[in-house]
């Protein structure tokens, strides 16, 4: 299956807001994050759960639909805002290109947001929560690494 025929579930914007919503509440929802990035045409800040991962003292986050909106916009700003419970994180977003890493990355998935694990397996990607299932798909991901930036460029 490409990327390209990977569709978003439709129960996901409401999930989103849903989130979004407790998050500016306060809401602790494990390692859900709300990451905040201008918009490539309106340069006003879009905001999209994320759930960043640690791996070797590296955060990361996936784009499970690589053509996604919130996706496209890191790959246009390469910076944002990583909110969580009203503390706000300047980052850098930068896209890992590294086949290796994007493996490493995609292989400790399941095990570091396991309830990451159904939205990968609802949009077709992998069947189940297998590390080898997730780090064969790496090539059809994006993966961002975030870097503390050293000011909020907005």
Same mark, same amino acid.
């Given at each position: 299956?490409?990327?390209?025929?990977?569709?978003?579930?439709?129960?996901?914007?409401?999930?989103?807001? @849903?989130?979004?919503?407790?998050?500016?509440?306060?809401?602790?929802?494990?390692?859900?994050? @709300?990451?905040?990035?201008? $918009?490539?045409?309106?340069?006003?800040?879009?905001?999209?759960?994320?759930?960043?991962?640690?791996?070797?003292?590296?955060?990361?986050?996936?784009?499970?639909?690589?053509?996604?909106?919130?996706?496209?916009?890191?790959?246009?700003?390469?910076?944002?805002?990583?909110?969580?419970?009203?503390?706000?994180?300047?980052?850098?977003?930068?896209?890992?290109?590294?086949?290796?890493?994007?493996?490493?990355?995609?292989?400790?998935?399941?095990?570091?947001?396991?309830?990451?694990?159904?939205?990968?397996?609802?949009?077709?990607?992998?069947? $189940?929560?297998?590390?080898?299932?997730?780090?064969?798909?790496?090539?059809?991901?994006?993966?961002?690494?975030?870097?503390?930036?050293?000011?909020?460029?907005?």
């Amino acid at each position: 299956m490409s990327a390209a025929s990977l569709r978003l579930p439709g129960w996901l914007p409401t999930a989103n807001r @849903v989130v979004k919503l407790m998050n500016r509440l306060g809401v602790p929802l494990g390692t859900i994050r @709300v990451l905040e990035i201008p $918009g490539r045409v309106s340069g006003l800040p879009r905001a999209t759960p994320v759930s960043p991962m640690l791996l070797s003292g590296r955060r990361f986050v996936i784009a499970g639909l690589p053509e996604a909106d919130w996706a496209l916009n890191a790959r246009a700003a390469a910076y944002g805002v990583l909110v969580s419970r009203g503390r706000r994180e300047p980052v850098r977003l930068i896209e890992v290109d590294e086949p290796a890493l994007r493996r490493q990355v995609m292989q400790a998935f399941p095990t570091e947001v396991p309830h990451g694990v159904p939205f990968f397996v609802k949009i077709g990607l992998v069947t $189940g929560a297998d590390p080898e299932q997730f780090a064969a798909a790496a090539d059809r991901v994006a993966v961002f690494e975030l870097v503390p930036a050293d000011d909020d460029p907005q």
